[in-house]
């Protein structure tokens, strides 16, 4: 077995697949439906200036959903996987399911779900947890500052991104586990790959990846997926 000092480093980005079989659902480019909402309603910087009530009613909703969600056996298994490589975990997705899995090193391109911050500071400093109860709409922090979803929506940056490419370039093995892949800038993770880094691409519908970065494709949900390659990694490299 791997000591501390000699584990590989396994890097996960997971998408809205990897959440689907815990039934809550994100957004997968859909028809650019999210619960029955057009997207740019409730997941753009323009859909809260129109309406801040209806994206805050919203995501006090998907929190509720969110608290009655489990971790599946995707996130387990990734979580699982701590024991014998060094493993990070990029997600697209705003739960909090690959933490209560037991994953140790989680990062959120996208925002949590669990936290509001001011209308205009996105600063970690600034984060507040509010856990599963809902955000009321007006609600400020301490300073007075109006709190919004900490969420990262269409049309804003992504400030954990710079961090991400960092952890993919570093990566002895990737994986994509339930992305498809076509949400910028998280998409565009997979051009930071070092060319002999193993890659695996987990999900069941057909997902597009140049073809020179050679991906481990397995067409499985992510809960046998991430079966199949625990196994394979387990076999070659412990």
Not at 127 to 148: A, M, T, W
Not at 194 to 211: H, N
Request: with cysteine; aromatic share 8%.
């Amino acid at each position: 077995m791997s000591t501390n000092t000699d584990k590989k480093r396994l890097v996960v980005l997971t998408g809205a697949g990897m959440s689907a079989e815990s039934g809550f659902k994100t957004f997968r480019d859909s028809g650019g439906l999210w619960e029955n909402y057009n997207v740019e309603d409730v997941a753009s910087i323009q859909g809260w200036y129109r309406n801040p009530k209806l994206m805050t009613d919203f995501y006090n909703d998907l929190r509720s959903q969110l608290e009655k969600a489990q971790p599946n056996e995707g996130h387990k298994i990734l979580a699982e996987l701590e024991k014998y490589f060094s493993v990070f975990i990029i997600t697209q997705n705003v739960d909090n399911l690959h933490e209560r899995a037991g994953s140790s090193h989680v990062l959120h391109l996208h925002g949590e779900l669990t936290k509001a911050r001011p209308v205009n500071d996105d600063s970690e400093r600034k984060l507040i947890d509010i856990g599963y109860r809902p955000l009321e709409y007006g609600e400020k922090n301490s300073d007075g500052e109006l709190l919004r979803p900490h969420i990262v929506w269409f049309g804003e940056a992504v400030p954990a991104i710079s961090e991400a490419a960092r952890l993919v370039r570093s990566a002895d093995i990737f994986a994509v586990v339930g992305s498809s892949l076509v949400v910028y800038p998280a998409a565009g993770l997979i051009h930071d790959l070092r060319g002999s880094t193993k890659s695996y691409l987990i999900d069941p519908a057909e997902v597009e990846v140049p073809s020179w970065l050679n991906f481990r494709v397995i067409k499985e949900p992510a809960s046998t997926g991430c079966a199949v390659m625990r196994d394979e990694l387990l076999r070659e490299f412990v």
